[in-house]
Structure formats: structure tokens, C-alpha cells
């Protein structure tokens, strides 16, 4: 389940970086924040699961730094 979790959600951030780049339209650009944010939260829990949990807590910190990127972005727009 997270593995297909983290491939969807993989993609769709991809997507939404390539959409960003190639029209030069930022306007999705905290969306596409928080859904990689949502990726490095099931990427550390992978990594729980696996029993490393060293890259298991990273990626959980980077995910709430992720996390206050995007509410302070959202606050701004």
C-alpha cells in the first residue's frame, strides 16, 4: 500500500514540476509542495517498516520542514 502511495504520489509531484517548468506557471507550485512533502512522510515510514531508522527519522524531519514551507506559503499567497 505505501509503495503504490509513494509511486502516485511520486508522479504526480513530477507532473506538477514539469507542468511549472515547461509553461513557466507557479501558480500549483505549494500544491506540488506539499504532495512531495506527503512523499518524504511515506518514504520515512517505508523506511520504518524496512527497520532503518535513521533514513526513517530524515525523512520524517524533511517532511515537516516541508510542512512549514507550505503553510507559510499558503499564508503569503
Given at each position: ?22 509553461t ?31 533514513y526513517?527519522?530524515?525523512?520524517i ?17
Amino acid at each position: 500500500m505505501l509503495k503504490f502511495l509513494h509511486i502516485i504520489l511520486s508522479k504526480t509531484v513530477f507532473l506538477l514540476a514539469g507542468y511549472g517548468l515547461i509553461t513557466e506557471d507557479f501558480k500549483f507550485q505549494p500544491y506540488m509542495m506539499l504532495l512531495l512533502g506527503l512523499t518524504m512522510l511515506v518514504m520515512g515510514l517505508r523506511e520504518f517498516q524496512k527497520g532503518q531508522k535513521g533514513y526513517g527519522w530524515l525523512s520524517i524531519v524533511v517532511f515537516i520542514f516541508i510542512l512549514f514551507v507550505v503553510i507559510k506559503s499558503f499564508l503569503l499567497n
